[in-house]
T-cell receptor, first 116, second 114 residues
């Protein structure tokens, strides 16, 4: 149980285009999902917290107009990188919070974004 | 202070040895301490977690030791195997209605030599 999927697993796009990444909780309903960014050999950096049916809460320094997050249902959250640039190239990982005691977080497999 | 400090940054252990990774935290409100294992190109996977009401938790070859007064916790991997070679992250969070946001340590790259 507690499986989280992401799609696509990797994407290559041209500079200036937008890319959408999907995060799904497959076997549970997640009231809260999180989006992280990870650079090579570094820890995970929280970008935003997404609650179903409400606007996402972005961490300081993360541009909400550039990284659009939508959490339309209890099993799906999307991250859209708008007008992508090479510096947006990174590994993007989502997690979903399992409702209940201590709201354990389970992570998706990640999406490797390369912007040319 | 929300910081979680993790050490060492990298660790090399011989097969069959014990791998020990340490973390220290500042925020006494933290009440959930998970460890994650991450392989290259994959998302982190929950390995084991502990609450502050116990001092130790063991699951198979993995043990968390927790010292509330020192605000430290550690992961011990017994009988380390080459397949354990990965990056390990400790984390801490406060259980609240805001979704239990995790604060991660910097990570430890473990290499287990055959």
């Amino acid at each position: 149980g507690a499986v989280v999927s992401q799609h696509p697993s990797w994407v290559i796009c041209k500079s200036g285009t937008s890319v959408k990444i999907e995060c799904r909780s497959l076997d549970f309903q997640a009231t809260t999902m999180f989006w992280y960014r990870q650079f090579p050999k570094q820890s995970l950096m929280l970008m935003a917290t997404s609650n179903e049916g409400s606007k996402a809460t972005y961490e300081q320094g993360v541009e909400k107009d550039k990284f659009l997050i939508n959490h339309a249902s209890l099993t799906l959250s999307t991250l859209t990188v708008t007008s992508a640039h090479p510096e947006d190239s990174s590994f993007y990982i989502c997690s979903a919070s399992l409702p209940g005691s201590y709201n354990e977080q389970f992570f998706g497999p990640g999406t490797r974004l390369t912007v040319l | 202070q929300q910081q979680v400090k993790q050490s060492p940054q990298s660790l090399i252990v011989q097969k069959g040895g014990i791998s020990i990774i340490n973390c220290a935290y500042e925020n006494t409100a933290f009440d959930y301490f998970p460890w994650y294992q991450q392989f290259p190109g994959k998302g982190p996977a929950l390995l084991i977690a502990i609450r502050p009401d116990v001092s130790e938790k063991k699951e198979g070859r993995f043990t968390i030791s927790f010292n509330k007064s020192a605000k430290q916790f550690s992961l011990h991997i017994m009988d380390s195997q080459p397949g354990d070679s990965a990056t390990y992250f400790c984390a801490a969070s406060v259980n609240n209605n805001a979704g239990n946001m995790l604060t991660f340590g910097g990570g430890t790259r473990l290499m287990v030599k055959p």
